[in-house]
Every structure is written in structure tokens, then in C-alpha cells.
């Protein structure tokens, strides 16, 4: 693979030690202890698997899904009823995350959000290239008791997309809350991969939270990342396994935590082949050992298993260039058991992997339109904070342009990319390593440039920005975000820089601890 996973990957998995709880710390982690581990996991909980959406198709051929934002509750804990939010279809009473959406590409599908919560919300397509006013953004907004009704053609490439709230100021609140959810896009290629859902084909949302002595979300005790929980929920399972009937399962792995970066390995250090990230597959199956996922990244991975076997997979230290402490604070040092698979004693025959996956060429940077750099530092980038009537960047439709993304700061951030897949240019190299794969989100250790080629789509609105932002969710909520536009190529330098907003999420003002 590429030198990210080799620089940062460690050797071996570390056995687990005794919990060091973080339930009521009011107190800021950067400079605290890790974790050391999330509990000796007896892995009790059989792992949920989210339901597919219900969907309805018109005459047309319009495919239909019905999404409702509501509060429940949830027992994550033995004996503790946690309160929630969530995403329901209307087939069930929502406790927490929501149903897995799923349709093919060439469809045209509408999504009918209603909010039933007691304050506004957005709903973000992440990784969905779709126009910016069904993007789902701060610029979308759903008032309480209103609903919103975005539609559009899906072209692109079989991946696996999540969706979540994207309220300017809010977003790691509602997200901590409960809300998120997949969307599968699926296309005609790779077809001997496992694709069972539910069986062979796993959704796998890891989420950290801290819970306080009530058994609420607890968003007391930031780290340099954000709030780290000592809790970890995977598809909202505490303590899962997950019963395996054929020899070979694939994973698909959703980052779903606000700040938490996982180190991924399994505890008997065997090797597992990363077939896909964030936006669809690579042009081969790589051999690995280790995977690092910042927050809103996602990888699949399949992995060979024996009658009877039982792996753990688990987060491990990484090495993303801090100093101790910081490390510490931001996690890079704690040890997380988060899932057992658990093998049954007769398994069913699994399809050998094909030697070569079928995915679109790499960007062609023959004719590049702009060379921009942005530099990422405090929770700013290229100097400045969010402001929502602000266009930072304008950029023309189906052009091709290359990102230097710096980050300056001695902490972690990653990049998020609305509404487009870019590949990275390794340094040193004048084109893109179609190995590192199609991604949205890109992480960056305290101190590391990457540069991004990204092909811009083909839907101008000159009054309707895309984001780009750090995904750690609060430092996004912090301000550091910024906004384009994809317009004409003919209209880049003539287009607005300014917007009339009538909007700001910033006025619920939570008490977030």
C-alpha cells in the first residue's frame, strides 16, 4: 500500500488494559492520560444490523425514500436508558442511527425528510455527488415540523455513503445525539465480491461516546480532537460480536465518531484485504495488517476466517507526528476492543477475490485549471472562520483542478470535499496513485501536505455553495469550514463572491455538556 499505512502503522496489537473511565470529566484531555482501553470486552451483545430503508418506485422509475429525524431512546449500557435521536422509515420506532438506504446508479431517487425534532436540522449526503441545493448543508435547513424533499440522478461508482446533520455549529451535538446513517450505491461491477447484506456484506458504523452518571451523551472533556468517549458503539451495540456463516465477510467500515481517529488491526495481527475507500474500489485488492480512519472516512475490507474462529477487531495506538501529551489527548495512545467476529463451527465456501477490481481510471491532470493551496491551522483555514455569506473558492464545472491541503498545526486534522471524489498525488510523484483509492475525506498529521486532484461536477449554481472543512466535527463547528461554488468555467472569475443568507444554526446554542 502506500507509505501512510506503513509510516504509521505499529508492528503488533497490544493486549488490553484496565479502563480508565472518562464519565463526568469536565476537565480538558489535552494534556491527559490515555485511556488505555475501552473495558475487557466479553462480547455479549449480538451486533445490530441497520434495516434497509423502505423505498417505493413510481412509474416513472423515481425510487422513493421516506426519512423522519425523531427523538427516542436507546440501552446501550445494561440497566441504562439513554436518551436519543434518530432516523426512522416509518417501519419502526427510531432509537438511535437510522435505516440503510440503498439504490443502483442510473436511478433518479427523491428523499422526503421530515423533522420531527424540537429544533432545525440538515440532512448531508456525504460522499454524494448530487447539485449543491440537495447537498444537505448548512444552506439546507429543515425547521422543526418542517420537511424537505431533495431529488436527483445517482452517477456514480458502487460505494458506501453515509448521511448525517450538517447544522452550521451543531453538527458533532446532533451527531453525538444519534443521527446517522449508510447509503449504499450499488453499480453492475465486481460482482463476485460478498454482497449478502446483513450476512457477508456487514455494515460496521463505529462510534466513541462518554456517558455521565445519568446515562446521557456526555460532551464534557475535550481533547485536542474533540470529545473522545471511553465507550465504544458500533452500529449502537456496546460489547457486539457478530455471528459469521461464511469463510469469507466483508466490512464495511464507516468512521461515524466526531473526533476519535482509529488505528484499526486485529488482535491475532492477521492480514485482511482492503478492496474499497471512501468513494468506491481500488484497482486492486490490498493486503494489510493496519488501517488508519480519521472521523467520516470509510474502507471495506474482506476477511478470511476459519470454523471457529473468533478475531477481535481493535483500534491500537497510531503515530500521527505529536508530541506526547497531545497524542495522549487526542487518543493516539488508548487501546479499544470493538468487535468479535464470531465463526461458526460449519461455514459456507466464500468467492476467491478477483485479482483485479474494476474501477474508474485515475484523474487525467492533462489540462488543470487551477493550482490552489489551503493551509489548515487552529480552526481556521487559509486564516479565516466559517461565514456563511462568504464564497471562498469558485471553480468550473467539469474542470479539473489540483489541492495542496497544508496542515500547519501541531494536531490532526482531516479534509472534507463536498460533492466530489479526488485521489492523492504522492510527493515527488505528477500524478495521482490510483491505489490510494477514490476518497471525500483525507486525513493529515501535525505537520503533513497532501495534494488532491478533483474533477468538479457538472452542476452550476452560482448561489449555492458546496463545503470543504476539517471533519473533526467540532473544529468544524468552530468555524473551520469554507465554501465554492461551481459555476461555468467562463463565469469563474465573474461570479459572486458574497450571498444574501437569511440562516444561522449557531442561535440554538446548546449547553453541550
Same mark, same amino acid.
Given at each position: 500500500?502506500?507509505?501512510?499505512?506503513?509510516?504509521?502503522?505499529?508492528?503488533?496489537?497490544?493486549?488490553?488494559?484496565?479502563?480508565?473511565?472518562?464519565?463526568?470529566?469536565?476537565?480538558?484531555?489535552?494534556?491527559?492520560?490515555?485511556?488505555?482501553?475501552?473495558?475487557?470486552?466479553?462480547?455479549?451483545?449480538?451486533?445490530?444490523?441497520?434495516?434497509?430503508?423502505?423505498?417505493?418506485?413510481?412509474?416513472?422509475?423515481?425510487?422513493?425514500?421516506?426519512?423522519?429525524?425523531?427523538?427516542?431512546?436507546?440501552?446501550?449500557?445494561?440497566?441504562?436508558?439513554?436518551?436519543?435521536?434518530?432516523?426512522?422509515?416509518?417501519?419502526?420506532?427510531?432509537?438511535?442511527?437510522?435505516?440503510?438506504?440503498?439504490?443502483?446508479?442510473?436511478?433518479?431517487?427523491?428523499?422526503?425528510?421530515?423533522?420531527?425534532?424540537?429544533?432545525?436540522?440538515?440532512?448531508?449526503?456525504?460522499?454524494?455527488?448530487?447539485?449543491?441545493?440537495?447537498?444537505?448543508?448548512?444552506?439546507?435547513?429543515?425547521?422543526?415540523?418542517?420537511?424537505?424533499?431533495?431529488?436527483?440522478?445517482?452517477?456514480?461508482?458502487?460505494?458506501?455513503?453515509?448521511?448525517?446533520?450538517?447544522?452550521?455549529?451543531?453538527?458533532?451535538?446532533?451527531?453525538?445525539?444519534?443521527?446517522?446513517?449508510?447509503?449504499?450505491?450499488?453499480?453492475?461491477?465486481?460482482?463476485?465480491?460478498?454482497?449478502?447484506?446483513?450476512?457477508?456484506?456487514?455494515?460496521?458504523?463505529?462510534?466513541?461516546?462518554?456517558?455521565?452518571?445519568?446515562?446521557?451523551?456526555?460532551?464534557?472533556?475535550?481533547?485536542?480532537?474533540?470529545?473522545?468517549?471511553?465507550?465504544?458503539?458500533?452500529?449502537?451495540?456496546?460489547?457486539?460480536?457478530?455471528?459469521?456463516?461464511?469463510?469469507?465477510?466483508?466490512?464495511?467500515?464507516?468512521?461515524?465518531?466526531?473526533?476519535?481517529?482509529?488505528?484499526?488491526?486485529?488482535?491475532?495481527?492477521? #492480514?485482511?484485504?482492503? =478492496?474499497? *475507500?471512501?468513494? &468506491?474500489?481500488?484497482? +486492486?485488492?490490498?493486503? @494489510?495488517? !493496519?488501517?488508519?480512519?480519521?472521523?467520516?472516512?470509510?474502507?471495506?475490507?474482506?476477511?478470511?476466517?476459519?470454523?471457529?474462529?473468533?478475531?477481535?477487531?481493535?483500534?491500537?495506538?497510531?503515530?500521527?507526528?505529536?508530541?506526547?501529551?497531545?497524542?495522549?489527548?487526542?487518543?493516539?495512545?488508548?487501546?479499544?476492543?470493538?468487535?468479535?467476529?464470531?465463526?461458526?463451527?460449519?461455514?459456507?465456501?466464500?468467492?476467491?477475490?478477483?485479482?483485479?477490481?474494476?474501477?474508474?481510471?485515475?484523474?487525467?491532470?492533462?489540462?488543470?485549471?487551477?493550482?490552489?493551496?489551503?493551509?489548515?491551522?487552529?480552526?481556521?483555514?487559509?486564516?479565516?472562520?466559517? #461565514?456563511?455569506?462568504? =464564497?471562498? *473558492?469558485?471553480? &468550473?464545472?467539469?474542470? +479539473?483542478?489540483?489541492? @495542496?491541503? !497544508?496542515?500547519?498545526?501541531?494536531?490532526?486534522?482531516?479534509?472534507?470535499?463536498?460533492?466530489?471524489?479526488?485521489?492523492?498525488?504522492?510527493?515527488?510523484?505528477?500524478?495521482?496513485?490510483?491505489?490510494?483509492?477514490?476518497?471525500?475525506?483525507?486525513?493529515?498529521?501535525?505537520?503533513?501536505?497532501?495534494?488532491?486532484?478533483?474533477?468538479?461536477?457538472?452542476?452550476?449554481?452560482?448561489?449555492?455553495?458546496?463545503?470543504?472543512?476539517?471533519?473533526?466535527?467540532?473544529?468544524?463547528?468552530?468555524?473551520?469550514?469554507?465554501?465554492?461554488?461551481?459555476?461555468?468555467?467562463?463565469?469563474?472569475?465573474?461570479?459572486?463572491?458574497?450571498?444574501?443568507?437569511?440562516?444561522?444554526?449557531?442561535?440554538?446554542?446548546?449547553?453541550?455538556?
Amino acid at each position: 500500500m502506500s507509505t501512510r499505512f506503513t509510516r504509521r502503522s505499529m508492528l503488533a496489537g497490544m493486549a488490553a488494559l484496565p479502563a480508565l473511565t472518562l464519565v463526568g470529566c469536565e476537565s480538558d484531555r489535552t494534556t491527559a492520560d490515555p485511556i488505555s482501553t475501552v473495558d475487557t470486552l466479553d462480547f455479549a451483545n449480538r451486533l445490530r444490523i441497520p434495516a434497509l430503508a423502505a423505498s417505493s418506485v413510481a412509474e416513472d422509475g423515481l425510487r422513493v425514500f421516506r426519512l423522519s429525524a425523531v427523538a427516542g431512546a436507546a440501552e446501550f449500557l445494561p440497566g441504562t436508558t439513554t436518551p436519543t435521536w434518530g432516523y426512522t422509515d416509518g417501519s419502526y420506532d427510531a432509537g438511535y442511527l437510522g435505516p440503510t438506504l440503498r439504490a443502483a446508479r442510473g436511478e433518479h431517487v427523491r428523499v422526503i425528510v421530515k423533522n420531527r425534532l424540537s429544533e432545525t436540522t440538515t440532512v448531508h449526503w456525504h460522499g454524494m455527488h448530487l447539485p449543491a441545493r440537495n447537498d444537505g448543508g448548512p444552506h439546507q435547513p429543515i425547521a422543526a415540523g418542517e420537511q424537505w424533499q431533495p431529488d436527483w440522478s445517482i452517477d456514480q461508482q458502487a460505494a458506501t455513503l453515509w448521511y448525517h446533520p450538517h447544522p452550521h455549529g451543531e453538527t458533532e451535538f446532533q451527531v453525538t445525539r444519534g443521527l446517522a446513517g449508510l447509503f449504499y450505491i450499488d453499480d453492475d461491477t465486481n460482482p463476485d465480491l460478498p454482497h449478502r447484506y446483513g450476512i457477508d456484506d456487514i455494515p460496521v458504523i463505529l462510534q466513541d461516546r462518554a456517558f455521565d452518571s445519568r446515562g446521557q451523551f456526555s460532551l464534557r472533556g475535550r481533547a485536542v480532537t474533540g470529545v473522545l468517549g471511553d465507550k465504544i458503539l458500533v452500529n449502537g451495540t456496546y460489547d457486539p460480536y457478530l455471528p459469521v456463516s461464511t469463510s469469507r465477510v466483508r466490512l464495511r467500515i464507516l468512521n461515524a465518531s466526531t473526533a476519535r481517529i482509529y488505528h484499526l488491526a486485529f488482535a491475532d495481527n492477521r #492480514e485482511f484485504a482492503l =478492496i474499497a *475507500t471512501d468513494l &468506491g474500489f481500488l484497482p +486492486t485488492a490490498q493486503q @494489510t495488517r !493496519r488501517l488508519l480512519l480519521s472521523p467520516a472516512e470509510r474502507a471495506e475490507i474482506v476477511v478470511d476466517l476459519k470454523p471457529g474462529e473468533r478475531p477481535v477487531l481493535r483500534s491500537i495506538p497510531w503515530d500521527l507526528n505529536m508530541m506526547l501529551p497531545l497524542t495522549n489527548g487526542a487518543g493516539g495512545n488508548d487501546h479499544l476492543d470493538l468487535l468479535q467476529l464470531r465463526a461458526e463451527d460449519s461455514l459456507a465456501e466464500g468467492r476467491r477475490l478477483p485479482e483485479r477490481l474494476e474501477t474508474p481510471s485515475a484523474v487525467a491532470l492533462d489540462h488543470v485549471a487551477a493550482r490552489r493551496t489551503f493551509q489548515l491551522d487552529g480552526r481556521e483555514i487559509n486564516g479565516q472562520q466559517m #461565514e456563511m455569506s462568504r =464564497i471562498d *473558492t469558485v471553480v &468550473g464545472a467539469g474542470t +479539473t483542478e489540483l489541492w @495542496t491541503v !497544508r496542515n500547519t498545526h501541531n494536531q490532526p486534522h482531516n479534509f472534507h470535499v463536498h460533492g466530489v471524489a479526488f485521489q492523492t498525488v504522492p510527493p515527488g510523484s505528477t500524478a495521482p496513485d490510483p491505489q490510494l483509492g477514490w476518497k471525500d475525506t483525507v486525513l493529515l498529521a501535525a505537520g503533513e501536505t497532501v495534494q488532491l486532484a478533483i474533477t468538479f461536477p457538472p452542476y452550476e449554481d452560482q448561489l449555492t455553495p458546496y463545503m470543504y472543512h476539517c471533519h473533526l466535527m467540532w473544529h468544524e463547528d468552530m468555524g473551520m469550514m469554507a465554501q465554492f461554488t461551481v459555476v461555468s468555467p467562463d463565469q469563474v472569475d465573474s461570479a459572486p463572491r458574497t450571498l444574501g443568507v437569511d440562516h444561522d444554526h449557531m442561535a440554538a446554542n446548546h449547553d453541550h455538556g
